[in-house]
């Protein structure tokens, strides 16, 4: 039965093969969240990797013209530069189209609010 780095590592490969762009922000973006702490897991659920701490953090999900960076409770996190997208009772995300979306967006900084609340 494949791990869940195995799992991980087969949806970079797929996803390498079909759009080598969008490859190189997915792990980008995912090599951030895993630097965040060594304590954060990673696994593939709901067609995209999720991260935990204690407990469920944040996703990142590829989609055909764009990245989304998943927050599980995104509604209860600050957001100063009002990227935070959608609606919803908890969940809010931010879309990214190339790696200078990541500086442009304020990556890092929704990320370490996202852990610390989940940690």
């Not at 996703?59 to 009002?82: C, M, N, Q, R």
Request: proline fraction near 3%.
């Amino acid at each position: 039965m494949p791990t869940a780095a195995d799992r991980v590592a087969q949806l970079l490969d797929d996803l390498r093969a079909h759009d080598a762009d969008r490859y190189t922000l997915v792990q980008t973006l995912r090599d951030t969240v895993l630097g965040l702490d060594a304590s954060v897991t990673e696994e593939v659920k709901y067609g995209g990797i999720l991260f935990s701490a204690d407990r469920p953090f944040c996703g990142i999900f590829s989609y055909t013209k764009h990245v989304s960076l998943e927050f599980s409770e995104g509604a209860a996190l600050p957001d100063p530069h009002g990227v935070l997208e959608g609606a919803g009772k908890r969940r809010r995300h931010i879309k990214l189209a190339t790696v200078q979306d990541m500086a442009a967006k304020h990556v890092a900084e929704y990320l370490k609010h996202a852990f610390q609340a989940a940690a």
